[in-house]
């Protein structure tokens, strides 16, 4: 996932979409959502972007890493996440389900970009996109684990 395709993701899920986020940003809803379309003729700034990827993360709305996390790969990094408080208390199993499910497209794309013995323009940016969400599941695994450990912790100090 690149990083424009991560800020689509995050202004998309934020609560009320572009309609609600545009003015967080000082636009209109469809300036941003030219912006982030790619359209040549509507630049999307730096600014613009980290301040998207501030008030995502802010919200914690769903893929609010997204653009970090993008940025940090292009460099041949990973984001360390803060741990969660999360509604309903974590989920283990369903952070690993998630991850399963995650890593299980990162193989197809990368056998169905393979089949033929060349691995092109298009099957890269499919396998980029599946490595990305991949990634992003296993950050929310390791967050979900942290959050749990932390309750048991609390719990445990909480009866001595």
Do not use: W
Not at 21 to 36: D, F, I, M, S
Not at 134 to 143: N, R, S, V
């Amino acid at each position: 996932m690149n990083p424009q395709d991560a800020l689509r993701q995050m202004a998309k899920n934020y609560p009320g979409g572009y309609e609600s986020l545009a003015p967080r940003v000082g636009k209109t809803a469809e300036v941003l959502r030219k912006e982030l379309s790619g359209d040549p003729k509507f630049k999307l700034g730096l600014s613009t972007a980290t301040l998207i990827s501030e008030i995502c993360i802010e919200a914690t709305t769903p893929h609010c890493h997204d653009f970090v996390n993008a940025i940090a790969a292009d460099g041949g990094g990973f984001v360390r996440l803060p741990v969660l408080e999360m509604e309903g208390g974590p989920c283990v199993h369903r952070s690993i389900s998630s991850v399963t499910q995650e890593l299980s497209h990162v193989v197809m794309a990368t056998m169905d970009g393979d089949a033929d013995g060349v691995i092109s323009d298009n099957d890269l940016a499919r396998i980029h996109k599946e490595a990305a969400e991949a990634l992003a599941a296993i950050q929310l695994l390791i967050q979900t684990v942290e959050a749990k450990h932390k309750q048991g912790k609390a719990r445990a100090e909480a009866a001595a």
